[in-house]
C-alpha cells in the first residue's frame, strides 16, 4: 500500500513561516505527481499547488502565487510546502496526496495532514 | 466561497439513495473531469470516484458518478449509517490554471 507521510504539528507566529514535509513510500517518488491540499477547520478543502517530481516544476494556486513555495528531495522521496507570511486564517490541516494513477487531478492516496497553527 | 457549488448539508435514511450535486462553469466541470472524495472528521479524503463516473477498486458500486455539462452529480445508493460523511467535488479550472474544490456536503443518515 502506498504511503505518505507528513512531518508533526506547527505552532507559528504572525509574519513567519512554516515548512511541512511528505515522505513517500512503496512506490517510485517521480512517477507521481504530489499536490497540496489544505482545509481551515470547518470549511472547504482548498489546492495550493503541484509538483512534478520527476523535474521539479511546480504550479501554484493564484492565491498563494507569491507565498508559497513546494519543492521535492528525489533521494529522500520527499516533497516540502513552505508558506511565508502567515496570517491567522492560514491556521488548518495541511495534506500532501498524490495524483497520477487515476489522472492529474484525482488524488488516490493522502498524507495524514500536518495541522499548523498561526496566532500571533 | 469555494468555485464549486455543493448544498451544504442532506439526510437520508438507511437504505434510500442521495444525489449530492456539484454545480461550476465552462473553464472548470465543463471542460474537465471531475472527482469525488469522501472524508470523515479529522481525516484524510478517500477519493470515491474519478474521470466523472469511474471508481477506484475497493470503492463499492453503491456509489455512482455523472457528468452533464457544467454540473456533476455523486449518487449514493443503499445508504447505510457509516456513509455518514462530508462529500468534496474537485476538478481542474482551466481559466484559473489550478484546482478546485466544491464547499462539500455534509451527509447525515438518520
Known amino acids: 500500500q502506498m504511503q505518505l507521510v507528513q512531518s508533526g504539528a506547527e505552532v507559528k507566529k504572525t509574519g513567519s513561516s512554516v515548512k511541512v514535509s511528505c515522505r513517500a513510500s512503496r512506490y517510485t517518488f517521480t512517477q507521481r505527481h504530489l499536490h497540496w491540499v489544505r482545509q481551515a477547520p470547518g470549511q472547504a478543502l482548498e489546492w495550493m499547488g503541484w509538483i512534478t517530481t520527476f523535474t521539479g516544476d511546480t504550479n501554484y494556486a493564484q492565491k498563494f502565487q507569491d507565498r508559497v513555495t513546494i519543492t521535492r528531495d528525489r533521494s529522500m522521496s520527499t516533497a516540502f510546502l513552505e508558506l511565508s507570511s502567515l496570517r491567522s486564517e492560514d491556521t488548518a490541516l495541511y495534506f500532501c496526496?498524490?495524483?497520477?494513477?487515476?489522472?492529474?487531478?484525482?488524488?488516490?492516496?493522502w498524507g495524514q495532514g500536518t495541522p499548523v497553527t498561526v496566532s500571533s | 466561497q469555494s468555485v464549486l457549488t455543493q448544498p451544504p448539508s442532506l439526510s437520508a435514511a438507511p437504505g434510500q439513495k442521495v444525489t449530492i450535486s456539484c454545480s461550476g462553469s465552462?473553464?472548470?466541470?465543463?471542460?474537465?473531469?471531475v472527482s469525488w472524495y469522501q472524508q470523515f472528521p479529522g481525516t484524510a479524503p478517500k477519493l470515491l470516484i474519478y474521470d466523472n463516473h469511474r471508481r477506484p477498486s475497493g470503492i463499492p458500486d453503491r456509489f455512482s458518478g455523472s457528468k452533464s455539462g457544467t454540473s456533476a452529480t455523486l449518487g449514493i445508493t443503499g445508504l447505510q449509517t457509516e456513509d455518514e460523511a462530508s462529500y468534496f467535488c474537485g476538478t481542474w479550472d482551466s481559466g484559473l490554471s489550478g484546482g478546485v474544490f466544491g464547499g462539500g456536503t455534509k451527509l447525515t443518515v438518520l
Open positions: 496526496t498524490r495524483s497520477g494513477s487515476y489522472g492529474d487531478f484525482a488524488f488516490d492516496d
Open positions: 465552462s473553464s472548470n466541470i465543463e471542460k474537465n473531469s
